[in-house]
């Protein structure tokens, strides 16, 4: 946070977006941003992403909308509409230099995948808007495998520590008397 609040550090909005025909890059920054997980475009003011309002047991997707996008990413937006539920989205807060433009840092912010994406144009500027699922949400769903010897035995062969678990149920367990144990003793 004192990185964060140095003079000569900005910080913009990376949004990552990996459909099947490729990613989309944008940098809520007016120039280009290289970072290691990839080269994000400049696309000035992104539009806008709201806020994430999670409370414990429930997780909230996100909304954001991105304006002012490029014509070759709009056309792989169009050809990848078909496929966009399930699509990685990966928001980071870049932190650069503002005077060399280099990037310092990129922790992430969000992560999820796209539910919706609508795509509206005026005639020179096109703005995408798009929800999307946490991630998080996978916590709160089930596993599909128990505690059973079938189950274990599937993802450890060797293992036999439920081998017995069927027979000993509804078994009564008892331990001795105080006096077993003086009379050991």
């Not at 970072?35 to 709201?50: D, F």
């Not at 050809?79 to 230099?97: E, K, L, M």
């Not at 144009?121 to 996978?138: F, L, P, R």
Request: hydrophobic fraction near 45%; aromatic fraction near 8%.
């Amino acid at each position: 946070m004192a990185a964060i609040a140095a003079p000569g550090l900005g910080l913009a909005a990376l949004v990552r977006m990996d459909f099947v025909g490729g990613a989309i890059l944008l940098a809520a920054a007016n120039f280009d941003i290289q970072a290691p997980s990839g080269l994000y475009r400049g696309a000035g003011s992104l539009g806008e992403i709201a806020e994430v309002n999670d409370s414990p047991g429930e997780i909230k997707g996100l909304q954001f909308s991105l304006s002012g996008v490029r014509s070759e990413y709009l056309a792989m937006a169009l050809d990848q509409s078909a496929v966009v539920p399930g699509t990685p989205v990966t928001i980071r807060h870049g932190i650069f230099d503002a005077v060399t433009g280099q990037l310092c840092d990129e922790p992430i912010a969000w992560r999820g995948t796209l539910d919706t994406m609508s795509i509206t144009e005026n005639g020179e500027t096109c703005t995408i808007a798009a929800t999307a699922e946490s991630s998080a949400v996978d916590l709160l769903r089930g596993s599909p495998l128990t505690y059973s010897d079938a189950d274990q035995k599937a993802l450890y062969p060797d293992d036999r520590i439920f081998e017995y678990l069927l027979s000993q149920v509804n078994v009564p367990v008892v331990w001795p008397d105080r006096n077993y144990f003086i009379a050991k003793g």
